[in-house]
């Protein structure tokens, strides 16, 4: 956790609602995202009382986005957000480290969770689990996250040829 609080900054804060911004718009077709941002520390870091990231990182980063026209909010600690996100007050989450997003996926998508690269030109999903080689040859292994990681490639795909296509 400590090494998450060393290698947080402002920039790639920003550059994370920037193309998740892009990526919603682009790929997904919602025409004004809403994106709330997650504290690192809990309760929000209480004012300092927990750490500082939120007042010197992470609500700078947000507030930069806001200028440029991105509606983002927070950072709003991590322990409430999701609420707030599955009801659809947001339609993004923009998290601090992997397990304070993977969290809340899993547990309302354990076999059908995708994981997907924002940023390159071109579609990366996969599944969001690890390799599995515990259960590899097994026949324990579910494909549904498999199938899902294919099948939103291919909408996504799909979305991005008739966009190009006049």
């Known amino acids: ?14 550059t994370t609602l920037e193309l998740t911004y892009r990526s919603l718009k682009d790929h997904f077709g ?3 995202p809403r994106l709330a941002v997650a504290a ?3 309760h929000g870091g209480e004012e300092g009382i927990f750490g500082d990231e939120e ?3 992470i609500a700078p ?12 909010y927070g950072p709003f600690p991590a322990d409430s957000l ?3 996100a599955a009801r659809g007050d947001y339609d993004a989450v923009v998290c601090m480290y992997h397990d304070q997003g993977l969290i809340p996926l899993k547990l309302h998508h354990f076999f059908g969770g995708v994981a997907l690269t924002l940023g390159p030109p071109f579609i990366r999903t996969s599944v969001d689990h690890g390799t599995a080689y515990d ?7 579910d494909e549904s996250s498999m199938k899902e990681a294919i ?7 799909r979305r991005m040829v008739n966009r190009r296509t006049p």
């Open 1 to 14: 956790f400590t090494q998450v609080a060393r290698k947080l900054t402002r920039e790639n804060i920003q």
């Open 30 to 32: 919602i025409a004004k």
């Open 40 to 42: 690192l520390n809990p």
């Open 55 to 57: 007042i010197d990182i």
């Open 61 to 72: 980063a947000v507030k930069s986005a806001r200028k440029k026209r991105i509606p983002a």
């Open 82 to 84: 999701f609420h707030h």
């Open 135 to 141: 259960i590899a040859g097994t026949g324990k292994a």
């Open 151 to 157: 099948l939103l490639a291919a909408r996504l795909a």
